[in-house]
Structure formats: C-alpha cells, structure tokens
C-alpha cells in the first residue's frame, strides 16, 4: 500500500526534523506531490498487475528509506560532539536524497503506465467491477423489520406538505434496497402518490442514466431537455421518487433541481451507505439506519428461502436454525446462503459441513456475489481511510474495539494524514466516523459525553477486510489454517515480510519468526515469557499477554518503536517463591526516543507494588500518552535534563505526590489526567494540588489503590536521592481524608471529574466541585464520598450532564431540579441504601436516561414515578432501565454477568467476552476458563506469614508475603474472600473494604442482600 508507505515516511522525516534540528523540509514536500499523486483515483484495467507491482516496489523503496531515517537520525541526536553530529546529518541528507530518487523513478513508471492506459477499453476490477444491483440474486424479500416499515410508511404519507427527503442509510446488503422496493410497491403509496419514478445511481454515477431511468424512455435528447421534461411532468403533481444506491453528494447536486415543491406533499426516497449524503440531502429530519436481524427474523427468512418451497426433515430444521443464527442478522448472509441450501439439496453431511463454518462459506463458496456486494465500499474509499478500514484485520472476530485504543495505535503506524490545525489524535476521530458514516463499522457502546467508546465489525465485513489486508501484504493474520475454509489459510509469515502481525494464543506466537515486521500485536491472554524479539525494525509492540515480572531489557534496543503496550504478571511459580516485585523502568528507556505511547499494566497474583519510574522519563519529547499502574518518580522535581513534554495528551497513572504547580508545567497541552495512589500517597501532600497551570486539561480522575494492606513512604535519605520503600501487611488505624483543592485549583476547562477508591470525602466538600464552570460528568464510587445524607449546596451542578453513583452509603439525597438543571444521564449501581431518587427531578427537562442496577426497589419505583409525572406534565419522557438485586442463590461475576456453577456455559460469552442478556442469562459466565487459583499453588508453600528484606538500586524494600488462599475459597471482584455460611464481616458491611484482606476468616459476598452498608 504506497500511500500507507508514503505517509509513514513523511511522518518520520517530520519526527527527524523535531528531534535533531536538520532541515529536511525540501525532502518532505516532495513526497508530499507524490502522495497528491497517489490520492487521485485510477481506472482499474485488465493490466492492473503492473500498477500493482509497481506499487508494491514503491512500498518497499518507502519502508526501507523510513528504516534509514531512524536509524540515521538517532546518530544525530545520540551524537557526542559537533564533528560527530554534521557527519551524521551530511550521511542522512545524503541517503534521503538517493532514497527519494529511487521512489521518484518508479513513480514515474507508475504514472506512465496508468496514463497509457487512459485510451484503453476500461474492463471491470476483479473485486469491485460490479454494483450491488447486478449481482445475481432472488427476487427481493422483506421479511422483518414491520414497525420501521409502518413508521415510514406514515412518514411518507402523513406529515408535512413540503417536499422530504427520506433517507435509509447502512453497510452493503442490509436490506436498504428491499425496504425501498416494498414502500414504493405497497398499495398504499400506489394510491396516494399521482407519480412513482425510481432509478438507481450506483458508485459512478451517470446524470443521463438516472434521468432515462426516471422517465422510463430511452429517448436520444440532450441531458438538458431531459431535466426540463422530469422537472414538468413532477410539476403540481403529488410523486414518491425512489434514489437507490447513492454514493456522493455530487450526485444529488446533479439531480437534485429536477425535483420541484410544489407543497403538495410529494416524498425522496435515498438509499445510501453514506450518512455524509443523507445530511447533505436532508429535510431536516434524521435518517433511519438499517439495524441487523434479530434471531426471529433471520429464521424467517432462511425459512422462506430454503424451506417454505420443499419438505425437509426435522434435522435439517435444527441446522438451519444454526445457520441463520450464525450469519449474523445480515439479508444479504442470509439470501446468499440460502441459495446455496437450496443448491447442495438434501445432504445431511453437507448441510452440517455449511453449519459448522457458515461466516466463512458466505465469503468462499459465494465469493462471486458477496465480496464483490463489500468491495464497492472498500473501492470508492478514499486513499487516507483504505489503511484504516484494513487495520481492523488485527482485531479478532467478534471483538469488542476500544476506540481509544484504535485511534492510539494508528497515530503509532503512522499512516494518518496530519491535517493544519488538527492534533493527530482529531484527525484520526474523524477517520474513524467517516468509516462509521459509510456503514464499514458498526458503534457498539457510547461515552458520558455521547462521543464512540467501542465499536465493531460485522462477520462477512471482517471477512473480506481480512482476505483484502493479507492480499495488500498490510496484515499477516496467523490463525491456524483449515482445509475446509481455504478463504482463511492465513498468508505465510515471511521474514521479508513489513506486514503487521496479529497473534492471538500462544501456537501462533511460537511460530513467529518475521525480522522486518512493522508491527506485532498480541491479544490473546496466554502466559508467555518474553525472552527475545526477532522484530528490530517494529513500530508498534502490543503485548497484552502475561509475559513477566520485571521490564524486559530486551525493548530498550527497538529504537523504531512509536507504542509500546505491555502486560506484566506473575506466574503461579513466582508468587509460590514469593520473588521481589518491585517494576523497575531503567534509565536507559530514554533511548526510545520516537516512543510517542507508553502503557504498562500490572496484573495477576499478587501484583499490587508500584513501578519506579527514571527521572529519565520526562526527556522523551515524542510522548503522547502515558499510562501506568501505581508508579513513584526516583526523583519528581524537574532537572537541566526535563524536557518540556508538549505532545504529552494523556497522563494516567501519576502518584498524588507530584501534583504540583512545578511538575505541571512540564505537560502544557495534557488533556487527561488520572492520579493514582495508595492512602498514604494522598495524604501525605493532600493540601499541596494545584491543577491551575493545566490549561487544557478536559478528564481528572483520583484513584485510591485497593490494597490488603497499608502503605507508605519514610524518606530517611536526603532530597534527590531515592527514599525508602516500606510495605507493611497490617490494618493502618486511621484512613486518611483527600482534601480537595479550592475551585480555583482545579483547572478551569475541566470537564469530567471521577473520584474512585476510600477517599471517605464529606458530601458537603462537592459543593467545591460545583464551582468549577465547565464541568459536565461527575462519577463517584467505591466509598469516594461518605455519609448517608447528601444535601446538595444551593450553588449546585448548574452544567452537569452526566452523574453516576457507585459503591456508596448514601441513604437520603436532598436535591432539586435547580441543582442539577442540565442532567441528562444518571447511573445508580450498587447504592444499597438509597432510598429513592429526588422527586424534584421532574422538572429537569432535559433527562433522557436514569439507570438503576442492584439498588433497592423505591429507587426503581421513584424513578418510574418521576417518568410519569414528566409525561403528564411536559408531554415527554426518558428512559428507565431498572436491573434488581439478583437472587441470593446467583452470584454475579466482576463484569455482572451470573456465576452458575453446574450450567452450561453461555457460548456467547465465552466467544466474545460480554452476554446480551446480562445478569438475566441462565447459563454459567466463569471469571476464568483456567482451573481455580486454590487447586494450582501448594498451600504447604507457607506455614506462616513472614516478611523479606529486598534492595533494588538503593530501595530498601519489605515485601510481605501471604499463604495460599484454600482450594475452596473463591475472591470477590475486590479480592476478599467469598466464605458463604460464615458470619458477616461487620467492618465490610459498614464500608465496603476489609483491612485483614483475603486473610479474612469472614464473608464478603459480591452483593450483601438483607444486609446494607451501615446497618
């Protein structure tokens, strides 16, 4: 892919200029023509093997002349005197000039050879030669869908008597087409419009064809007259016109003046997959987005497929049932496998055959129809979203993706085409929507702030995303092959090859062996111990398996690397031995200087202590996001050697110790911030926060670690030098209080503020965050506030939007709609006390959502109460989704989905992680598919607890060790022991936590039930 290959290299020479001085403008305006020239679009031909081969040549010149700059460019930066550095950058002018001659010269080869190709005949591309309309199909069908049909139906008849334009938007074979057909062709539109015209405009639209199309004729005149003639048959005439499959808004422009409003009531019907048509079109009114089946409805449609024209037996009626299941709710999965039932008859083996793997027959077995349905979307993208559309090959299938996550590793490839005046990270938003707009990828979840959280990719899409990614050499995709899906025989992984690796257990990650690979991305959850990286020249290293327990030295040499995401954990073997656990972050990390992501998670057995971070950390100028567990600086004040950081977006993870004006000042253009630590961290400097200097801060989250034991910090040495650390396994007597600043030290553009963790705050201290002008989120949890009484300050929330409350005492809330006069969105979960919700709240007019789950049932009851009266009184409504405490036999998981030990796994869950049904689903969701903690470690490896003097670089460390839980006894969400049938804990009853931790001889049940905090 040479734009992709095009604009990584522009990228690193902009990177090169930033860090070593060098003036290497010349060199990167000069690709810059070069991509203008791959943007344009090109006729496919039947000698699109040269193009092709070419562009692979110019990939390569491109990734191998970016390798160089970074390597050159570290020499200059890393040089020691001024000799050392102008031969470094005379060497790296040097090798950039011959580079961009040799990918000049095959541009030129390129665009000769597609010019010489202008006069010939234009021959269908193999994948995207054909329009959705021309593929081979049965006659259309409507099955489902009844409601929105009836809403449309009256939207086409009813309403007002200006002219509309309805639009129905989607993916490529949803049913857009078909519903369109059925409205046109029901009786009702029949005899009330005095007019029915239709035509289709497809991906190159032709002005003339649309109007023959409309006026049913095949008339010779000039476009011209044919626009007068549409434009004066329509006059004073009431018509319904059908644009099916419009792709631009050029198209409409060209039409658009032959429909005149003439008042009467007259209706557009547009079929698109691009939302950006619809509102360019629009009357005002928004589109309807054509959902998925749901079970029922691709049953029907199977059914009058395959089954409604012949006799089948009762087998062939079960399998078909897994069949429809499994293709997803797409109409066009559907009728395509359908046909091919019918075709194969009554083979029982067969039928079992198309069951066992139908996503990938609907993408072989009938290649001819549907990937040429999805390439028309793939094929008219533009050149900036085709590496973006093909980088969710990585994912796996039916793979919840965090946008966040997407957008940061993209920023890394480096394929994102910077726009003026736009961060990175906006640029590749609107990527992202515009791919969403055009109906490639589907929205899952949203933010408080109505912005995509997650998102996904339907099955026959990712299909032939993935097939297009490993043709284009972008994705090497390493799942196993099969001989019965040949479409999903993964490429091989070359050595040569600069594709992206994407590995998702441990088989796979064992037979990779690609030098050159740009990219290596591991999803899977599997134990592996890092010991080597083959993968010098990677970019991007995602390793969110379980590798080790100290930061592998073995990365401080992959100086290409943009982001680094790792995942580090114990195994059981270690925590037996009880090694030190202290992560340390050498110096030398410092030597990533391209390194713009950095996320270090801590998980598994026993890891709860902190990461030691260098000073050196705060001399990376190419950060952008910064995301760690619970960390100390070895020394927080800023030095000669600090850098000011103005790339730095996102800091997650800072110890509460250094939240001061003067560290601050280091991150002028942070936007997130979560500060993070055990109690001790907090109180130690709770009166020294100052966020004024963080201008542009938007999101400011405090977490307090849950710890099961106390922690804190005694500096014996003097200032700079590194302080002791002391972990002690007993109960501390006093929790300490967080103090918030006063509103001034809070920054001033804040717009979401989280509290999470034993911070114990007095509900009148929010009467400070009240103050603050922008804030429109709060979100409060896990004992964050204390007190049953909440009286809200007459000043209030005057601009919050969203509130949720979690995890808190909270008896009585004393609050009206002047308070809260802008909520739109309120989560309650878990507030066993509550009473009920302010009754006040019926006059805020702007509620849209309140979401109650595990709450007592008033909650529920005042909730529905205040729906009603606003109905009554406003004559609109919001919605309530009440979820009750579940039985007291029926645990639920971390995630809230039920424990049922003895029933049979719910196989959705166990696919993609999440349950539909949620704590409603009457199958077992385990925490884990691996055998219980208790039966792997050797309670004999402890007889009793001791403690272990460890020294890292300076720190003296005591690490407390703690006996093996019983093979019998599970942990809670929070780690506290599940022990049904012994007492209550009392302390855990009245807070929520237990200072004795899993070494509690008492219960601590997920939901308390009869019992409720502060009883």
């Not at 959705?132 to 809403?151: I, L, S, W």
């Not at 029926?890 to 992680?913: A, E, N």
């Not at 001889?1001 to 019992?1011: L, Q």
């Amino acid at each position: 892919m040479a734009y992709a290959a095009i604009t990584c290299l522009m990228r690193t020479i902009h990177q090169s200029m930033e860090l070593t001085a060098c003036d290497l403008q010349l060199f990167y305006e000069k690709l810059e023509r070069l991509r203008a020239i791959l943007e344009k679009p090109w006729k496919a031909t039947a000698d699109v093997e040269a193009l092709t081969s070419l562009e692979a040549e110019i990939t390569e010149l491109a990734y191998s002349a970016e390798d160089m700059s970074d390597l050159e460019s570290s020499k200059v930066f890393l040089a020691q005197n001024v000799e050392e550095r102008s031969g470094s950058m005379w060497e790296l002018f040097f090798l950039l000039e011959q580079a961009l001659e040799c990918i000049d010269s095959t541009m030129k080869q390129w665009m000769a050879t597609s010019y010489s190709m202008k006069d010939l005949k234009v021959q269908p591309y193999s994948l995207a030669g054909l329009s959705e309309h021309a593929v081979e199909r049965p006659q259309n069908m409507m099955v489902g869908y009844e409601t929105e049909f009836e809403m449309m139906l009256d939207q086409l008849t009813r309403g007002e008597r200006e002219l509309e334009v309805v639009s129905i938007v989607g993916m490529g074979g949803i049913g857009k087409t078909t519903l369109a057909t059925k409205l046109y062709s029901h009786p009702h539109i029949m005899s009330h419009f005095e007019i029915l015209a239709k035509a289709t405009v497809s991906q190159e639209h032709c002005v003339r064809n649309i109007l023959l199309a409309l006026l049913s004729t095949t008339s010779a005149e000039p476009d011209d007259e044919l626009r007068d003639r549409l434009q004066k048959l329509l006059k004073r005439k009431r018509y319904l016109v059908v644009i099916d499959d419009i792709w631009t808004t050029e198209a409409w422009d060209d039409i658009k003046l032959c429909f005149p409003d003439c008042n009467n009531g007259s209706r557009i019907i547009l079929t698109t997959r691009n939302v950006e048509v619809t509102e360019y079109a629009s009357s005002g009114k928004p589109p309807y987005h054509m959902r998925l089946m749901n079970f029922d409805e691709s049953w029907s449609l199977l059914y009058e497929k395959v089954f409604a024209k012949d006799s089948f037996p009762h087998e062939f009626g079960q399998l078909g049932k897994q069949i429809a299941f499994k293709c997803g709710g797409l109409p066009l999965s559907i009728v395509l496998i359908g046909g091919l039932l019918s075709k194969i008859g009554k083979s029982l083996g067969d039928w079992q055959s198309v069951a066992s793997n139908v996503s990938s027959t609907v993408s072989t077995d009938v290649d001819v129809q549907c990937m040429k349905v999805l390439a028309l979307s793939y094929h008219y993208l533009p050149s900036h979203l085709k590496p973006c559309f093909l980088y969710f090959a990585i994912f796996s299938e039916d793979q919840l993706i965090f946008v966040d996550k997407v957008k940061q590793l993209w920023v890394a490839e480096g394929f994102l085409k910077v726009e003026e005046m736009k961060c990175i990270e906006e640029v590749s938003e609107t990527c992202l929507n515009q791919l969403i707009d055009r109906s490639l990828i589907s929205t899952c979840e949203y933010s408080r702030f109505g912005k995509i959280e997650s998102c996904g990719m339907h099955d026959v899409t990712r299909e032939f995303c993935l097939r297009e990614a490993q043709n284009m050499n972008f994705v090497n995709d390493l799942r196993g092959k099969s001989e019965q899906n040949p479409c999903k025989q993964s490429m091989p992984c070359s050595s040569k090859s600069r594709g992206r690796i994407s590995i998702h257990n441990v088989e796979e990650y064992v037979r990779c062996h690609n030098s050159e690979a740009y990219s290596f991305l591991c999803f899977g959850r599997f134990q592996c111990r890092v010991t080597e990286f083959p993968f010098k020249l990677v970019r991007v290293l995602h390793l969110a398996f379980r590798s080790c327990i100290t930061f592998p030295s073995e990365m401080l040499h992959l100086i290409h690397l943009r982001h680094l995401s790792l995942s580090l954990s114990s195994s059981f073997e270690q925590y037996r031995e009880i090694s030190p656990i202290i992560i340390d972050i050498p110096p030398s990390i410092s030597c990533l200087f391209y390194l713009q992501t950095f996320i270090l998670n801590l998980s598994g057995v026993g890891l709860q202590y902190p990461i030691m971070l260098p000073l050196e950390i705060l001399t990376m100028p190419q950060l952008r996001h910064l995301r760690l567990d619970w960390n100390y600086l070895r020394s927080h004040e800023p030095t000669e050697k600090s850098l000011v950081l103005k790339n730095l977006q996102c800091f997650s993870g800072l110890n509460p110790r250094y939240c001061t004006g003067s560290f601050f000042r280091l991150f002028p253009n942070l936007k997130k911030l979560g500060v993070r630590g055990v109690p001790e961290d907090f109180s130690s400097c709770k009166d020294m926060y100052d966020f004024s200097t963080l201008d542009q801060i938007e999101e400011l989250e405090f977490l307090v670690n849950a710890q099961n034991y106390s922690c804190f910090l005694e500096s014996t040495t003097p200032s700079g030098s590194p302080p002791q650390y002391l972990l002690r396994s007993y109960p501390a007597d006093d929790v300490p209080l967080l103090l918030l600043p006063p509103s001034d030290a809070f920054p001033q553009n804040l717009k979401s503020l989280a509290l999470s963790g034993q911070f114990f705050l007095p509900w009148k201290d929010l009467s400070i965050v009240g103050k603050l002008p922008k804030l429109e989120s709060l979100k409060l949890s896990y004992n964050a506030c204390e007190g049953v009484e909440w009286e809200v300050a007459d000043e209030g929330f005057p601009r919050l939007k969203f509130l949720q409350l979690n995890y808190l005492g909270i008896r009585y809330w004393r609050a009206n709609s002047d308070h809260f006069p802008c909520l739109e969105r309120l989560f309650l979960y878990s507030c066993w006390n509550l009473d009920s919700i302010p009754h006040d709240f019926v006059d805020i007019t702007t509620l849209a959502l309140i979401d109650i789950s595990y709450c007592q049932e008033s909650v529920g009851n005042s909730a529905r109460q205040i729906q009603q009266d606003i109905q009554d009184n406003y004559g609109c409504s919001f919605e309530v989704h009440t979820r009750p405490v579940p039985p007291a036999d029926c645990l639920l998981s971390p995630i809230g989905l039920p424990l049922r030990p003895g029933q049979p796994l719910c196989i959705f869950y166990c696919r993609s992680g999440i349950c539909k049904f949620g704590s409603s689903c009457k199958f077992d969701h385990p925490m884990t598919v691996q055998p219980p903690l208790g039966s792997l470690l050797e309670t004999s490896a402890f007889n009793s607890a001791r403690h272990i003097q460890l020294d890292i670089q300076g720190c003296s460390v005591e690490v407390p060790t703690r006996p093996v839980l019983p093979a019998d006894c599970l942990l809670s969400p929070i780690g506290l022991p599940l022990r049904p049938g012994q007492p209550l804990c009392m302390f855990y009853s009245r807070c929520g936590t237990c200072y004795f931790g899993s070494s509690c001889k008492f219960d601590h049940p997920i939901f308390v039930g009869e019992h409720t905090w502060g009883s």
